[in-house]
């Protein structure tokens, strides 16, 4: 009979291992609510913007490119957060994947901002200050991620790091 039991998978965690905490906040984030703000986040620009494409050469083309950058991230972020969340080997390797990815896309995005859409002069200023303020809550996305994998006790003790 104890033999049975240890060749049983393991369905209940000690505390501290397993996926709950932060470590299933961060899963529902990645797999729920990053598509959830990504299709918002694009339907909204798209509407925002289609007023300016007959007169903002390089626009369409710049959002068509970047939704596509977008759509990679959201799959990739919903695999992460599947592997984090079903407990896979390589799960936090995975992990960490998709957030340099997302800051690879990130720096590829804004370069793309000014290097493909001619903006109107009028415009410049506010596109910086929305450029900003994206590029800043990424970051503290990015790190508060990151440093959550690197440093958490029940990563750790669940993926066995």
Same mark, same amino acid.
């Given at each position: $009979?104890?033999?049975?039991?240890?060749?049983?998978?393991?369905?209940?965690?000690?505390?501290?291992?397993?996926?709950?905490?932060?470590?299933?906040?961060?899963?529902?984030?990645?797999?729920?609510a990053?598509?959830? +703000?990504?299709?918002?986040?694009?339907?909204?620009?798209?509407?925002?913007?289609?007023?300016?494409?007959?007169?903002?050469?390089?626009?369409?083309?710049?959002?068509?490119? +970047?939704?596509? $950058?977008? *759509?990679?991230?959201?799959?990739?972020?919903?695999?992460?957060?599947?592997?984090?969340? #079903?407990?896979?080997?390589?799960?936090?390797?995975?992990?960490?994947?998709?957030?340099?990815?997302?800051?690879?896309?990130?720096?590829?995005? +804004?370069?793309?901002?000014?290097?493909?859409?001619?903006?109107?002069?009028?415009k $410049?200023?506010? *596109?910086?200050?929305?450029?900003?303020?994206?590029?800043?809550?990424?970051?503290?996305?990015? #790190? #508060?991620?990151?440093?959550?994998?690197?440093?958490s006790?029940?990563?750790?003790? #669940?993926?066995?790091?």
């Amino acid at each position: $009979m104890p033999e049975d039991i240890e060749s049983q998978d393991r369905t209940v965690s000690a505390p501290g291992e397993g996926v709950g905490g932060w470590l299933l906040v961060l899963c529902v984030v990645w797999v729920v609510a990053t598509p959830l +703000v990504a299709a918002h986040n694009l339907l909204s620009h798209f509407q925002q913007a289609s007023s300016d494409f007959a007169y903002t050469r390089g626009l369409e083309q710049y959002l068509v490119l +970047v939704s596509g $950058m977008r *759509l990679f991230l959201v799959i990739f972020s919903m695999h992460a957060g599947i592997c984090l969340w #079903t407990e896979r080997p390589r799960a936090v390797r995975t992990a960490k994947r998709y957030l340099w990815s997302f800051l690879v896309c990130l720096i590829v995005g +804004v370069a793309l901002a000014f290097l493909m859409v001619e903006w109107p002069e009028d415009k $410049m200023e506010d *596109l910086v200050r929305e450029i900003a303020i994206e590029v800043g809550e990424s970051l503290i996305f990015f #790190t #508060t991620c990151y440093l959550y994998l690197v440093k958490s006790k029940r990563v750790k003790s #669940t993926y066995m790091q």
